[in-house]
């Protein structure tokens, strides 16, 4: 149980195009979804957190206004990177909170963007 | 707001010797612990967690962490590694309240050679 998917996998697009990222909680209801990136070799790193049916928290730092998050329903939250630059190449990972198991996060296996 | 060390940047091991990797948090409160491993080229996988009672936890492929309350620490253990445990190792906190997120530290790359 308690599993996270994304989609796609890897993407690569031009610069200054919009790319879209799904993460969907499988077998449960996630109240809660968290948005991380990870840079080669290094930790992840927060960018926002979001409830359903709420506008995302974004942490400190982050653009929010390119770093688009919607977390319209209980399984399904999209991150879209508007405007993509190189150094948003990144993998970006996505994180799931349901009701029960109150402070476990399930994650999902990452997306890899590689901007051209 | 609460913060994770990692000191070990990377650990070089024999195949069959003990592991100790080291993760202290800063933060007051309670805490909930979890140490994550990821594999290279996959994602995240939970090791352990803890979040009350026993201190010491058993995780899963024989790893063990135990909570010092005084010292701040979690530190993650295996008696005898293998060549497979060879990954990157990331200790995580978040407050035993509300629906605070997962902090993570910088991360440990263990390479296990034969």
Known sequence: ?116 | AQSVSQHNHHVILSEAASLELGCNYSYGGTVNLFWYVQYPGQHLQLLLKYFSGDPLVKGIKGFEAEFIKSKFSFNLRKPSVQWSDTAEYFCAVNVNSGNTPLVFGKGTRLSVIA
């Open chain 1, 1 to 116: 149980g308690a599993v996270v998917s994304q989609h796609p996998s890897w993407v690569i697009c031009k610069s200054g195009t919009s790319v879209k990222i799904e993460c969907r909680s499988l077998d449960f209801q996630a109240t809660t979804m968290f948005w991380y990136r990870q840079f080669p070799k290094q930790s992840l790193m927060l960018m926002a957190t979001s409830n359903e049916g709420s506008k995302a928290t974004y942490e400190q730092g982050v653009e929010k206004d390119k770093f688009l998050i919607n977390h319209a329903s209980l399984t399904l939250s999209t991150l879209t990177v508007t405007s993509a630059h190189p150094e948003d190449s990144s993998f970006y990972i996505c994180s799931a909170r349901g009701t029960s198991g109150k402070y476990e996060q399930y994650f999902g296996p990452g997306t890899r963007l590689t901007v051209t």
